[in-house]
């Protein structure tokens, strides 16, 4: 699940993840009392479990985070199925050629 909040706004346990979605740091905000978990692709979190898109500005409405939360969750479910659209392929791949492809050559010269 996806959900924004104020970055001055208090932060509850149930969050979950915290990701600063904006592009300049957020004024009168130590960067040492803001904790993120900004190391995890957005999506990837997402689906394990709730991260909250953090923003600074005073428009609830029209913000980074509103956009990035629409984009991601309308782009979602193409992404989960050309992940596994990619290992069908791939699996396709190494049983038709009889496992892991073997190199005719090494740095442009062949192998004998």
């Known amino acids: 699940m996806i959900k924004f ?4 706004d208090t932060r509850s346990s149930a969050d ?4 600063l979605v904006e592009r300049l740091w957020p004024r009168g905000i130590k960067k040492t009392s803001l904790p993120l978990d900004g190391r995890e692709p957005i999506l ?8 909250t898109l953090l923003y600074s500005s005073h428009d609830t409405e029209h913000n980074n985070a ?3 939360k ?6 979602k479910n193409r992404s989960a199925a050309r992940l596994v659209h990619a290992s069908v392929i791939l699996d396709a791949q190494k049983r038709k ?7 005719s050559s090494v740095g442009g010269r ?3």
């Open 110 to 112: 062949k192998l004998k």
């Open 97 to 103: 050629s009889g496992g892991e492809r073997r190199r």
């Open 70 to 75: 629409k984009y991601l969750e309308r782009n």
């Open 16 to 19: 979950g993840k915290h990701y």
């Open 44 to 51: 990837q979190a997402a689906r394990q479990n709730t991260v």
């Open 66 to 68: 509103v956009a990035l």
């Open 5 to 8: 909040e104020r970055v001055y």
